[in-house]
C-alpha cells in the first residue's frame, strides 16, 4: 500500500488542509492518508496553547466521512517534543512493507534544514511538497548543501531522487489562501469564519469558545 503522513499543528484544521491531502491521495494513489496532530512543535510555540486532545478532536471531526482519511493520536502518546523523524521511525515500523509518503508545505521543506536528524528522514519515506499561495521555490536551491550530492534532479516530473530510492516531489496544488492564523485572527474579532473549515469543526470552536 502507498500511505500518506500528513504531519501539523492543526490549530484549527481547515479546508486547505483537506484538499492538499485529498490531492496528493489522487495524485500518487495513495491508500489512505493518516493525519498527525503534533503534540509540542519543536520548531516554534504553539499559538494559543490550545491542547493536542482538543486539535485532535478537531481533525477527527474534520476527516469523518471520508474513508480514505484517518487521524493517529502517535505524537500524544510520547513525552518531549515532536520531531517528525521520531514519528516517521514510528511509522516505518508499523508498516514495513508499504511505501510512505511525507506530506508538508513547501515552506516548510525551505527550513528543512533546521529539522532534528533532516538527513535520515530522506532514507526512510518519500516526502511530497505543496505549493501554498505565495511559497514558489526550487527544490534543489533549498535542499541543504551538505546532502545535495546525494540527489538527483528530474525536472520533467519536478522530482529528486535520492540514493535510497526515495523521492522528493513537488506538487502545485489548488491554491486555496487560507491560513489557520487568519482564522484565529478572524475569530477574535467576532468575524465569521463560515466556509473556511468543515461545519462541524466550527462547531467545535464555537461550543468551546476557543480563539476568543
Known sequence: ???????????PIHFAHLRIAEEIRDTFALSRVIFVPAAT??????????????????????VRGNPFFTVSDLEGQREGKSYSIDTLHVFREM??????????GSDSFAEFGSWKNYSAIFSCCNIVTITRPGSLISLQDVLPVDIAHEFCYH??????????GYSVYSIEGTQLDISSTAIRSLLRQGKSIKYLLPATVERYIKQQRFYE
Request: aromatic fraction near 12%; proline fraction near 8%.
Open 41 to 62: 512543535p519543536p520548531h516554534k510555540p504553539l499559538a494559543d496553547d490550545l491542547s493536542f486532545v482538543d486539535r485532535l478532536k478537531m481533525v477527527s471531526l474534520a
Open 1 to 11: 500500500m502507498k500511505i500518506g503522513i500528513f504531519g501539523g499543528t492543526f490549530n
Open 155 to 164: 525536472e520533467a516530473q519536478k522530482r529528486l531522487s535520492h540514493r535510497s
Open 95 to 104: 508498516f514495513p512493507a508499504d511505501e510512505l509518503f511525507f506530506i508538508m
